[in-house]
């Protein structure tokens, strides 16, 4: 390992150190759910005032090699985001994310731009091969082995989200790190392979790897095809939108739709110029937000009297800790689209005008020490997208 790769590795340690330390005792809890981390009190959340919860990941430095890049916002980044960390990659053509597997979290992508093929492998040692086009969701679950390479001729920029707002895209385990670093002897043994089969193999890892653009038909494994009983590719905006509403619309993939995708739940959501993503928050998961066009205004709600507002611009990133009451509006000019990952296989929300709504009347008159006639005025079914032009006194 070379010095500046060392400070490097150094640097990122401290930090992730330091952000574990924040958390105190969360990562057990005496009684209870031990994975609900909420138990303990966060102190980043604690305070008076709400930290932000915006991210410029793509105006971040990242990891570039070859035009090649990867950019992440993980708790070192943004420290609210302990719960989800996300990437955004391109790769240009003829270029591939190296064989390397995750050990802390499982992998949820959107294709943005240009196609990708992955190949993954399960502990059953069964493997697929699948072809991305924009709009299209691919899962890996922890721990499984896989890789991402660009098709064609144009560059592929697709966006991953992970369920674990601590791992680290430049922390996972490559393959050719591993190979470089293990004895040839031991190689030789491992592969029933003579060690010169080894010469000339890298010594560090290559993370971006280049070579001929893949062919266009999907070649067969070494092992000859063992297809896995559930398929890792899901086609989300070739689906009917989930929810249409006057003023936007919702692509929404769980595992009820997506079997594979166990602890990640993916939604995209357009808003019109004015729409407004109602009131709402999620009892069961955190939100992350990326921003695929437009500008869009973030609320969230943290409880005694705590509030705060972030703008989000195209390639910025949000987030949301379960729980926390949250809207989103577009405040641009033209159509806005947010792509948006929870930390669960099963989606949940409650929206503020269902709640109302769930109700009586003099319920709510009590509550806010207003006529009852008023809340007749109130909508009688979750309002989910308000559209443009709502009524203002």
Known sequence: MSGLQRRDFLARAAAFTAAGAALGGATRVAAGDPSFMNNVPDPLLAGHELPTF????????GKVIDGSFGKEATVVQLPISKGIAGVSMKLQPGAMRELHWHATAAEWAFVLEGRVRTTVIDPEGCAETNDFN??????????????LECLGDRPCHFILIFDNGYFSEFGTFSITDWIGH????????????????????PREEVYFARGARPPE????????RRLPPQTHKYELLAQPPHK????????????????ISQTVTG????????GLRELHWHPTADEWQYVVEG????????????????TLEKGDVGYVPQGYGHSIENVGGGRSRVLIGFNTGVYKTIDLSQW??????????????????????FPRRDVFIAPPGAAKE
């Open 182 to 201: 293990t004895p040839k002897p031991l190689l030789a043994k491992n592969f029933g392979l003579p060690e010169a089969a080894f010469d000339g193999f």
């Open 267 to 274: 939604v995209v959501l357009d808003l019109e110029p004015g």
């Open 356 to 377: 109302i709504a769930g109700n009586p009347t003099d319920v709510l008159a009590t509550n806010f020490s207003k006529p009852a006639e008023l809340f007749e005025k």
């Open 244 to 259: 249409v509403f006057p003023g936007g619309r919702e692509w929404r993939v769980d595992s009820s739709r997506f079997p």
């Open 134 to 147: 924009p709009g299209d969701v691919w899962y890996f679950p922890r721990g499984h082995g896989h890789m």
């Open 295 to 310: 500008s869009v205004s973030v609320t969230m709600f943290g409880s005694h009297g705590r509030y705060r507002t972030e």
């Open 54 to 61: 915006k991210f410029a990941l793509e105006r971040s430095e």
């Open 217 to 224: 038909q999907q070649s067969i494994p070494l092992q000859g």
